[in-house]
């Protein structure tokens, strides 16, 4: 059961961490894009933590929403967008009482709406080679399911060092994208993380 007390954890806990990530993700777009990852989210989370107490209020699917809603508005970017697209699909599909499997069934749908929206597909070096693998590990039941999504989340996201940006501003440099984390591969693993933490009690 997902109620407000958690709905509150999760969203302050998602914010604060890439809040405190921040200039990791500038460094990491700075290499490879434009260097406003870091601004970007921040703004955007920022935007989430003033509202925090609004969007916990609602059910757990309206929260999503609303924090879909606020990040394509205030994050901007290419980012802003997809994750706006991905947290306001999570939203249609989750509701108060989850089990992990709506939860696969309500990523599916959301890495398709990102996919849509950013016409982006899996190994192209962006957020979607951190959201398909961690994909892939919730669909498998079993024990010790938090400690692997946090191993997969981080390990996708180093994935992309040696990958070629083929979508966003990183695919204007071509093969000189190699060689460099994807910041939107870093910014969904530590939110993966997050969540992880929250649902675990460690946060
Ligand atoms: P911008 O590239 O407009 O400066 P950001 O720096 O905030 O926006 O976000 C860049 C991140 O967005 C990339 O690291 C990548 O993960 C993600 N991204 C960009 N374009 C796409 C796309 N078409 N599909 C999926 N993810 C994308
Ligand atoms: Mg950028």
Redesign the pocket.
């Known amino acids: 059961m997902i109620d407000r007390q958690t709905r509150k954890r999760l969203l302050k806990t998602v914010a604060n961490r890439v809040i405190a990530c921040a200039d990791e993700l500038t460094d990491l777009?700075r290499a490879i894009?434009?260097g406003?990852?870091g601004a970007?989210?921040r703004r955007g989370f920022e935007a989430v933590l003033a509202a925090v107490d609004d969007l916990s209020a609602k059910s757990f699917g309206e929260s999503l929403k609303g924090v879909g809603t606020t990040l394509v508005m205030k994050?901007g970017?290419?980012?802003?967008p997809?994750y706006g697209t991905l947290f306001l699909s999570l939203g249609k599909s989750l509701a108060d009482e989850v089990d992990r499997e709506q939860v696969v069934d309500a990523f599916v749908a959301a890495i398709e709406a990102?996919k849509a929206r950013?016409?982006?597909d899996i190994g192209q070096k962006?957020?979607?080679d951190v959201l398909y693998p961690v994909l892939g590990v919730l669909r498998e039941s079993g024990e010790d399911l938090p400690a692997r999504l946090k191993t997969v989340a981080r390990l996708a996201a180093e994935s992309t060092i040696p990958m070629k940006a083929i979508?966003?501003?990183?695919s204007f440099l071509g093969e000189r994208s190699i060689g460099h984390m994807?910041?939107?591969?870093r910014s969904a693993a530590l939110m993966v993380d997050a969540v992880v933490d929250v649902m675990e009690g460690f946060a």
């Open positions: 777009d894009g434009d406003d990852h970007n989210m994050v970017g290419a980012s802003g997809l990102v950013g016409k982006s962006t957020m979607l979508r966003g501003r990183a994807d910041p939107g591969a």
